[in-house]
């Protein structure tokens, strides 16, 4: 009988990278995860033995949690968090069921610091178009779901990025930015370690339409031409970048499910 607490790796793979998946919480020991320090997607590190003290923060979250093989770590910590209210599962067979099924792995390498609440901090250049939507999607889909993002005058961006400790990205001269015919968004993919069939077949498309290589892939001229109505709506950069995220997730959704799919007038004659 399948478990009622406990999520499989099939299924969470189908909730990854969409606006609805759960928060992913990390409980593996040091020596296990010294062993791997790469993290599923979106998820974050966390004591175990100090649940009871963290466990408040989730509260109103759908949360999975994580440890070596889905047994004692994330059951426990998984059943404490559901005494607290909150909807809780331990994944299946744990990082070690993830990571033989091919599940996508995020590399910490180059993981930027996190603040004193946890949060990554971000600047780059005030109105966005294509790359600096694309890396902030990218980075709260898969990376630090509650990172922070600074819009900023582009004279700026570097004493921003000094005086307040943030990351920055797509200018010049930094380490999140372009290299040759490839976009930040690119830079990204590759340095975190996500690529993957739809993730790739969406950067191809960011590429193109922030490259102004329009025949790159036929969905790059309406992508751009979604992008460039997004500028003209909003002032403001933040509620821009809100109002870009959904298009993202539905250009994401439809590389990852959607790209044999047509769409078609019915016809209304009838058979001979």
């Given amino acids: ?108 390498d180059k993981m930027p610091p996190r ?19 694309a890396c902030p999607w990218l980075i709260r889909r898969f990376i630090d779901p509650g990172a922070v993002f600074l819009f900023v005058e582009a004279a700026e961006v570097s004493a921003v990025a000094d005086r307040f400790r943030a990351v920055p990205f797509d200018i010049d001269n930094v380490f999140w930015t372009h290299r040759g015919e490839r976009c930040t968004f690119d830079t990204m993919i590759e340095e975190f370690g996500l690529e993957s069939e739809p993730i790739d077949r969406l950067a191809t498309i960011v590429r193109a339409a922030d490259t102004a290589s329009l025949d790159l892939v036929p969905q790059a001229a309406g992508f751009l031409a979604a992008s460039l109505g997004l500028s003209r709506m909003f002032r403001d950069d933040l509620e821009q970048l809100e109002a870009g995220m959904l298009l993202y997730d539905a250009f994401f959704r439809w590389c990852r499910d959607a790209t044999e799919e047509t769409h078609n007038w019915p016809s209304t004659g009838k058979p001979a």
Avoid at 118 to 130: E, H, I, L, N, S
């Fill in 1 to 108: 009988m399948p478990s009622t607490t406990a999520i499989t790796v099939s299924q969470l793979s189908r909730l990854i990278g969409l606006p609805g998946a759960p928060a992913i919480i990390d409980v593996r020991i040091e020596e296990d995860y010294n062993a791997d320090p790469r993290l599923l997607p979106a998820s974050t590190r966390r004591d175990f033995k100090t649940v009871s003290t963290w466990a408040s923060e989730f509260v109103g979250s759908r949360v999975t949690v994580v440890c070596q093989k889905g047994q004692k770590l994330s059951q426990g910590v998984a059943a404490w968090l559901r005494h607290e209210g909150i909807a809780a599962e331990s994944l299946e067979g744990g990082f070690e069921a993830w990571r033989d099924a091919k599940g996508l792995l995020v590399r910490t």
């Fill in 115 to 133: 603040d004193e609440r946890g949060r990554t901090v971000w600047v780059t250049r005030a109105r966005p178009k294509v790359d600096r939507i």
